[in-house]
């Protein structure tokens, strides 16, 4: 178990621009393995009573030195995630800038933002500043199992402390559905939806091979169409936000189609 440290909450406001960063997932000496793109789902298995880290590291792309700083929001446990260190309990922590923190915290505080000192940095370039195991800045996500393997969606928020706007947020899935990346087979994209059960929307986040279109059509219990729209999809992770302010609660069939592949997904709502 990591030292941990504990700093108090900050509200921070979101909206999404064009970042002047980069984002990339790394192996445990956090050498860079794969990008991380705005939307995208990181897939994550754990075992019971073990620790799962996934670590990262934050690229600065801009001619100027930036300061960074990070928000967690928990989108969906089975179990619940404890956040008060309980024993033997499932629960999920961070560790950024200068400090790991203790599962109550969402957001470090000043001490603890992540300052990227190298500035105009190509993407083949990762300097000694650009929060490396060196200089004491890692970014990394654990997840604490419990005595049974759970199903869990924590977001991530990447932010510039002088401009929030600028902006990356990303999804990690403990033992959730598999991405496209990670299956078998002719489909030509993959599909999560979140939150479920849902409310008043839901966000049905595609990952694609290619662009493409698709048509989603929601179902009630009896077959009965309730919506269909048309929707455009860009090579990578989609986000398509579905109103569900029409939809009293129950069980409904969402089904996504495109000219090769048809997904169905259970969408439950609950008012």
Do not use: H
């Not at 929060?131 to 970014?139: L, R, S």
């Not at 654990?142 to 869990?152: F, I, M, R, S, W």
């Not at 932010?159 to 598999?178: C, K, R, T, W």
């Amino acid at each position: 178990m990591k030292k941990i440290i504990s700093f108090l909450v900050m509200g921070v406001s979101f909206a999404g621009v064009a970042q002047s960063f980069s984002l990339y997932k790394t192996d445990v000496n956090f050498v860079p393995t794969a990008t991380v793109s705005n939307g995208n789902y990181v897939y994550e298995s754990t075992s019971a009573n073990a620790l799962k880290v996934t670590k990262f590291k934050i690229k600065n792309n801009a001619a100027v030195t930036q300061t960074f700083n990070v928000t967690r929001s928990i989108v969906s446990q089975s179990p619940i995630l404890d956040l008060s260190i309980v024993a033997n309990a499932p629960t999920t922590y961070f560790c950024f800038g200068f400090n790991c923190f203790t599962p109550a915290v969402n957001t470090p505080g000043a001490a603890d933002y992540t300052i990227l000192l190298a500035s105009g940095q190509t993407n083949s370039v990762f300097p000694m500043g650009d929060n490396t195991v060196d200089n004491n800045q890692p970014f990394s996500v654990d997840l604490e199992e419990g005595p049974v393997t759970g199903n869990y969606v924590v977001k991530y928020k990447l932010f510039n402390v002088a401009n929030p706007n600028d902006s990356l947020a990303f999804f990690i899935g403990y033992n959730q559905p598999l991405g496209l990346n990670d299956k078998g087979g002719n489909t030509d994209f993959s599909v999560t939806l979140f939150p479920n059960p849902a409310k008043d929307k839901v966000t049905v986040f595609v990952n694609s091979a290619g662009t493409s279109s698709v048509k989603i059509n929601i179902t009630n219990t009896i077959g009965q169409l309730i919506d269909s729209n048309y929707y455009k999809l860009n090579m990578g992770s989609n986000a398509l936000e579905l109103n569900c302010n029409n939809l009293n609660s129950g069980f409904y069939n969402l089904s996504i189609e495109s000219e090769k592949t048809t997904l169905n997904k259970r969408l439950i709502i609950s008012k």
